[in-house]
């Protein structure tokens, strides 16, 4: 058997956005990915330039970013 960890049931909204702003990165971030090698993937919803959300064959358009460990 595999013993985990202890890990919370479930976390709020506003615990993961304070997550993304200790990391300082922007609310747009719909997804988020560590690995422990190469450091940070996120994938931002694209904005143009008004701020609007970027649609593409009827959902979101998604920027995917590597943020690398310094």
Do not use: H
């Amino acid at each position: 058997m595999i013993a985990l960890p202890d890990l919370p049931d479930s976390i709020t909204r506003e615990q993961a956005l304070a997550a993304l702003d200790a990391l300082g990165l922007p609310s747009s971030v719909s997804q988020i990915e560590l690995d422990r090698s190469d450091g940070l993937t996120v994938g931002l919803l694209a904005e143009d330039a008004e701020g609007n959300r970027v649609k593409v064959g009827g959902g979101p358009a998604i920027i995917t970013v590597l943020i690398p460990f310094a």
